[in-house]
């Protein structure tokens, strides 16, 4: 009973916290100048006195005339609405929601699939050389997620692309599909958007939408497709896991309880599992929430790298915005992305803190 | 004050459970080499509480966690010595765990043979708990935060006592009216009223209806129709049968009385390879095989099935264990043990917790407790119920207690012998009476009379004595007896060789130049 109290206690601090985050994109952004951010509803190659002209009507139609808490006012309730407002760029034309809608579902798949790839590998490995500290195996272990938390993602991603996908290191001529285009997209039960975009359903992501649709040959091509993506971000948050599972099994076998565990006469394979293993994964939880933060970063790298449509690349677009006229700043592209960034990260930490507690009988709640 | 000795005499001729012989434990750390214990001899004789009494860090603590081989390595390794638990030397393969090379006092290099250590573990883990129990210092701790009370006590119980919770469940299952007039006839063939509720507990243990204990009481206080209380204990019997897989159990029972065959047979065999008998060693090693390819054979099922569905496949027997350790916490007066049983460490108190623990070591019957200080962390009235308990156990059970504090008057509450150490050496062991009425040994008269005491009057000085100087580095003992710096009496001699325990009145050994010429040999 406590536990959905805490629950919904938790859900409850995530109102403020969201509209602390829109607050914080939307002074940060309104921030350049006015030019640039009109710039999209101004043809530059009119004459001066019409330039000012459509100005002045950009200016009145999207309320920059105003105060800026009344903009800012209009803002909250419009994305309330779910109005996120339109970007303009050569990578999506539209609506931000539905850009999100169509794109999110790929970061996430990678982020899952991420996520569960280095949870998979660290707990046996950690487990591993946290109960021989100091042996050979140890020190290996130690060196090399050493080398992999410090190595920058972007490097990781093109020195696996080059190994695996160009230079054809062990996969003959082929090679994996390194970008996220050529699939037989007419298998699967796909849904095109008056945009010309292709989703799958019901999940919109390709892996599982193609297993739900028992379309078994898309999977493996949508399999292969991740990956080398999943390979580079598991890397940082592999490394990291490791060093932080490790670090946690030789703090609690110094435990005096695991000398009561001994001296009770609990096999040593059982010490470890039961006594130990248990205890020192328990910080890791929240550890594996951090990370998150510093995949969805790398999202946006590797995404670029690997040309997989996903929400990375869509803020990164939104940035970068080039729409006819040169580069511009995509406003609702920008404080959408970001908003939506904001909230998988804050549910990431919600759903760590809600395990923890579960977890870990001394957390009260 | 003092406990009365009672029975040394009889001791006399008793083996004793626990023997230590010229324990050398050290720390290889990297300021040097700390040597901890310096060949310490002393033994626990069943039924008594033998204590351990000294300055802090001098060794106390080292030497209870050596005896049951639970020096964490690294630092630490027993260096050499016996440790003999019910006869068994516990650390007889030494050698062959380790081989250590000393070059310097900083610079020790340790191979390991994985092989021996994980035999040498295998066979301990099967002694500690089971025969020899521990509690620490500091119950808080020594507890794991992550599981229940009753998790904790049942593991042991699950880890040592299959065999027997099997008898009793079969036992309960198939009773026939004859054993129960049997017991009926025992029972009033006995005139002690205690010895009648032993009878009735006995009884009661031995078919797994601790429940019933008080009715059954009741009933044969209120009653003398044999045949009524007969039908109406077969009544109740039989309606706590819950229907087992009696099959099951059948099978359970028996692949663990094979795996304690396979334990028995190990020991033999180590036995044998320690006295360098080849036949013997022959024979065992193909009765050990026999019994292995048998446990392959006609368990294969059972094994896939504990491995991956233990819970499931042992829920009887968890149900068992759990109704154990309902009466052991009831034992040792914990109120409310159906509460306390399910509730994790951090939500008992200190004293709660550390009858919890007392519970959780009593929880094998062991015939020995290793008392690692256990009232140090608690508070006094707490600590005098503690220490009451321990001293019941050791009356009822008749359990033996390794009992180790630096509180003399604790000691006079609880111990039969005392042994009081120095800096790695038992200097003076004697009857609890004689070491507070006649201490002989400098740093023995020094403890005492630090101690301010009711029972002695002072007739000079009001102001307590404190022994000169502190325990002293033990990277860099001194040389000889390792207590001349600070003795009032030291000698030439004392700073030359070291002072062997030698036993100057009956049952009083004293290491001292002041009382014997014997040194200890180089």
């Known amino acids: 009973m406590e536990l959905k109290y805490y629950i919904i206690r938790r859900l409850l601090v995530l109102i403020p916290t969201i509209i602390g985050l829109l607050l914080l994109t939307f002074i940060l952004l309104r921030a350049i100048p006015v030019n640039d951010l009109i710039a999209n509803y101004v043809n530059q190659k009119a004459t001066p006195a019409e330039k000012a002209l459509e100005k002045q009507q950009a200016i009145t139609l999207l309320g920059l005339g105003q105060p800026l808490p009344v903009q800012f006012f209009t803002y909250l309730t419009d994305v309330a609405n779910g109005n996120l407002g339109n970007m303009y760029s050569a990578y999506y ?174 096999p040593e394979k059982l010490v470890l599992k039961r006594h130990i293993r248990k205890n020192a994964l328990l910080p890791s939880v929240t550890v594996i929430g951090l990370l998150v933060a510093g995949l969805l970063g790398g999202a946006v790298v590797v995404e670029d790298i690997f040309q997989i449509t996903g929400l990375g690349r869509l803020s990164l677009a939104a940035i970068t915005g080039t729409s006819g006229n040169g580069a511009n700043i995509q406003f609702f592209g920008v404080a959408g992305t970001v908003l939506f960034f904001g909230l998988i990260l804050m549910l990431t930490n919600l759903i760590v803190d809600i395990v923890y507690a579960f977890l870990d009988p001394r957390i009260r709640y | 004050m003092i406990v009365e000795e009672s029975k040394t005499e009889k001791k006399k001729n008793l083996k004793p459970y626990v023997e230590v012989k010229d324990l050398v434990t050290q720390f290889f750390t990297s300021r040097g080499i700390v040597k901890a214990l310096d060949k310490v001899s002393f033994s626990v004789y069943p039924g008594e509480i033998y204590g351990l009494v000294g300055e802090s860090g001098c060794g106390k603590s080292v030497t209870s966690t050596s005896v049951m081989d639970l020096i964490p390595d690294p630092p630490g390794r027993i260096i050499s010595g016996e440790i003999y638990i019910d006869g068994f030397n516990i650390i007889a393969d030494l050698n062959k765990m380790a081989r250590i090379k000393i070059k ?172 360098g008998d080849s036949s013997a060693i022959k024979q065992f090693n193909s009765e050990l095989s026999k019994l292995k390819r048998i446990e392959a054979s006609s368990f294969f099922l059972l094994r896939l099935k504990l491995k991956f569905a233990y819970k499931y496949v042992m829920k009887e027997y968890r149900k068992e264990a759990r109704r154990r350790t309902l009466e052991l916490l009831t034992l040792v007066n914990i109120a409310g043990p159906e509460v306390v049983i399910d509730s994790y460490p951090h ?141 009032k009496f030291a000698m030439d001699i004392c700073s030359l060789k070291k002072p062997k325990l030698v036993e100057i009145s009956e049952r009083h050994k004293v290491a001292c130049f002041l009382y014997s010429d014997e040194s200890e040999v180089e």
């Open chain 1, 93 to 266: 034309n539209g609506g931000v929601l539905r850009g999100i809608e169509l794109f999110l579902p790929v970061t996430l798949e990678i982020a899952i699939f991420t996520v569960i790839f280095s949870v998979l590998i660290s707990i046996p490995l950690g487990t591993f050389i946290g109960s021989r500290p100091n042996s050979v195996s140890d020190s290996v272990g130690r060196v090399f997620s050493l080398i992999f938390y410090a190595m920058p993602i972007f490097w990781l991603a093109l020195m696996l692309q080059y190994a695996f996908g160009k230079n054809l290191l062990f996969l003959g001529s082929y090679g994996l599909p390194i970008n996220g285009q050529g699939f037989p997209i007419q298998q699967v039960g796909f849904v095109h958007n008056h945009t010309g975009y292709s989703y799958s359903v019901p999940t919109h992501m390709l892996f599982i939408d193609a297993v739900l649709n028992l379309d078994f040959p898309l999977a493996v091509v949508a399999f292969e497709h991740l990956i080398l993506p999943v390979l580079t971000l598991s890397m940082t948050v592999l490394a990291g896991l490791l060093r932080f599972i490790r670090a946690g099994m030789v703090d609690t076998s110094n435990q005096e309880y695991i000398k009561t565990a001994r001296a009770k006469g609990v």
């Open chain 2, 104 to 275: 310097s006092e900083t610079d020790v290099r340790i191979r390991r043979y994985k092989k021996a250590i994980k035999r040498h573990n295998n066979v301990l883990s099967k002694i500690r708990g089971d025969k020899i129990a521990m509690i620490f210092q500091e119950p808080f701790l020594a507890l794991n935060p992550t599981m229940t009370i009753g998790d904790q006590i049942m593991e042991v119980i699950m880890l040592h006592n299959i065999s027997s919770i099997s008898n009793s469940i079969l036992r309960r299952e198939n009773i026939s009216s004859g054993e129960v007039r049997n017991f009926i006839t025992e029972f009033y063939s006995i005139n002690d009223e205690t010895q009648k509720r032993k009878e009735v507990n006995n009884f009661a243990a031995s078919y797994a209806i601790q429940e019933f204990e008080e009715s059954i009481l009741s009933l044969l206080a209120t009653s003398d129709d044999k045949q009524y209380i007969e039908n109406e204990i077969l009544n109740m019997v039989r309606e706590n049968r819950t229907g087992m897989n009696i099959q099951n159990i059948r099978e359970i029972k028996g692949y663990f009385d094979l795996q304690n065959d396979i334990f028995q047979n190990t020991l033999r065999l180590l036995q044998a390879e320690r006295n």
């Open chain 2, 347 to 487: 939500e008992l108190s200190g004293g709660m917790q550390q009858r919890a623990m007392i519970a959780m070591s009593l929880a094998s019957n062991p015939r020995m407790l290793i008392a690692d200080e256990p009232t140090t962390a608690l508070d006094v009235t707490t600590q005098a119920q503690i220490l009451e308990i321990i001293k019941d156990l050791n009356k009822l059970i008749g359990m033996a207690v390794l009992f180790i504090t630096h509180d003399l008057a604790v000691i006079a509450e609880t111990c039969n012998r005392v042994g009081v150490m120095y800096a790695g050496n038992i200097v003076e062991e004697s009857s609890t009476i004689e070491i507070f009425n006649d201490p002989k040994h400098p740093y023995t008269v020094g403890l005492m009379s630090s101690v301010p005491r009711a029972d002695k009057k002072r007739e000079k000085e009001i102001k307590l004595e404190t022994i000169p100087g502190t325990v002293p580095n033990l990277i860099t003992p001194p040389s000889g007896c390792r207590f001349h710096p600070r003795c």
